[in-house]
């Protein structure tokens, strides 16, 4: 089993930042890749970045040049930065983890642009 712990969502103006954490404990050593999806109202779930544990990354078309993912394998923990937020960014943000053990999903925590 895999525990993840979103933080960092909240309300912020187009054109400003917010960084996301996810904590991960429990089985981590099963882990392979970790990453964010998104959720906006009426649409479906959607990859955001992902990050591997080699370190190797994978960014939407969509926010790449905005949002970076990163990791500290100390702390267990994935990050993604958010920059130059748009209205269209707005979403539930969910942490995922993938390896030997399955997927693993966070609660989500929420992401509003206002324009």
């Known amino acids: 089993q895999v525990q993840l712990v979103e933080s960092g969502g909240g309300l912020v103006q187009a054109g400003g930042s917010l960084r996301l954490s996810c904590a991960a404990s429990?089985?981590?050593?099963?882990?392979?890749?970790m990453g964010w999806y998104r959720q906006a109202p009426g649409k479906q779930r959607e990859l955001v970045a992902r990050?591997?544990?080699?370190?190797?990354?994978n960014i939407a078309g969509s926010v790449k040049g905005r949002f970076t993912i990163s990791r500290d394998n100390a702390k267990n923990t994935v990050y993604l930065q958010m920059n130059s937020l748009k209205p269209e960014d707005t979403a539930v943000y969910y942490c995922?983890?993938?390896?030997?053990?399955?997927?693993?999903w966070g609660k989500g925590t929420l992401v509003t642009v206002s324009s």
């Open positions: 995922n983890s993938a390896g030997l053990g399955g997927d693993y």
């Open positions: 429990g089985s981590i050593f099963r882990i392979n890749a």
């Open positions: 990050i591997t544990s080699g370190g190797s990354t």
